[in-house]
C-alpha cells in the first residue's frame, strides 16, 4: 500500500530555513505527481508546492523564490528546501501523491488541488518565530 512519511519539521526563526523530507513507497515513485501542503489552524489546507514525473514544478505565489521543491528517485524521497522563511510559514506541513495509473502511467500535472491527490502522509509541524 502507499505509504507516505515526512520528516524534518520543527522550530526556526524567521530568516531561517529548514529541509523537509518524504519517504515514499508503495508505488512507481519516478511516474507520481508528488507535492507538499500545508495547514496553518483554522485555515483551509492549500498546496504549497508539487513536482512531477517530468520533472516540472509548480509554486504557490506566496513561497516562490524562497521554497524548493525536489526529489530523489534513487532514494524514493521527496524534499522541500525551506529558505527565508517567514511566521507565516507556520503550518503543519503535508506530503501527498498521486501516482500514474491506466491510460496516465506517468503523472504530468502540475496541480496545486488537494483533490488532485490521493494519498497523503501523516503531516509535520513547522513553527516560525519572529
Known amino acids: 500500500q502507499v505509504q507516505l512519511v515526512e520528516s524534518g519539521g520543527g522550530s526556526v526563526q524567521s530568516g531561517g530555513s529548514l529541509r523537509l523530507s518524504c519517504a515514499a513507497s508503495?508505488?512507481?515513485?519516478?511516474?507520481?505527481?508528488m507535492g507538499w501542503f500545508r495547514q496553518a489552524p483554522g485555515k483551509e489546507r492549500e498546496g504549497v508546492a508539487t513536482?512531477?514525473?517530468?520533472?516540472?514544478?509548480a509554486y504557490a505565489d506566496s513561497v516562490k523564490g524562497r521554497f524548493t521543491i525536489s526529489r530523489d528517485i534513487a532514494k524514493n524521497t521527496l524534499y522541500l528546501d525551506m529558505s527565508s522563511v517567514k511566521p507565516e510559514d507556520t503550518a503543519i506541513y503535508y506530503c501527498?501523491?498521486?501516482?500514474?495509473?491506466?491510460?496516465?502511467?506517468?503523472?504530468?500535472?502540475?496541480?496545486?488541488?488537494?483533490?488532485?491527490?490521493?494519498?497523503w502522509g501523516q503531516g509535520t509541524q513547522v513553527t516560525v518565530s519572529s
Open positions: 513536482i512531477n514525473s517530468l520533472l516540472t514544478t
Open positions: 508503495g508505488y512507481t515513485f519516478s511516474r507520481a505527481c
Open positions: 501527498a501523491a498521486q501516482p500514474g495509473s491506466g491510460f496516465f502511467p506517468y503523472c504530468s500535472g502540475s496541480s496545486l488541488t488537494r483533490t488532485d491527490f490521493n494519498y
